[in-house]
């Protein structure tokens, strides 16, 4: 087998906000169906679905690890649409802060040290 992509599907409790919370913190939204949006920043992609079970959302977790730590954190903190966001923590392997989505779904944002 030869693997050229994974693509997650990331579940909403409320597609709408959830489609502006990706797009507020960079993503690039394309319409798919009406119940599936394809969202892509450089070459990563992922699907927001429009299904929500909390037991999937309350325990659904990404990391998204970035070049800039501080500039992620500045876009992130500005999105309305966020439940929750930590700030910056140094680890010995880089530096994370945690993010929470609409659905609750938790955003590891991560700028680790050797890239």
């Not at 960079?26 to 929500?52: I, M, N, P």
């Not at 309305?80 to 392997?93: D, R, V």
């Not at 993010?99 to 779904?105: F, I, K, S, T």
Request: include cysteine; aromatic fraction near 16%; proline fraction near 3%.
């Amino acid at each position: 087998m030869d693997i050229t992509h994974i693509k997650p599907f990331i579940p909403s409790k409320d597609y709408d906000a959830s489609k502006s919370f990706y797009t507020d913190i960079g993503f690039r939204a394309e319409h798919v169906s009406d119940d599936l949006t394809l969202f892509q920043s450089g070459k990563c992609f992922f699907f927001l679905q429009r299904f929500y079970t909390p037991k999937l959302a309350d325990n659904f977790m990404l990391q998204v690890c970035v070049t800039d730590i501080d500039a992620a954190f500045s876009l992130c903190k500005k999105s309305e649409y966020k439940t929750k966001i930590t700030e910056i923590q140094q680890e010995h392997w880089g530096q994370v802060f945690y993010l929470w989505g609409p659905a609750g779904e938790l955003l590891h944002i991560t700028e680790l040290k050797c890239q």
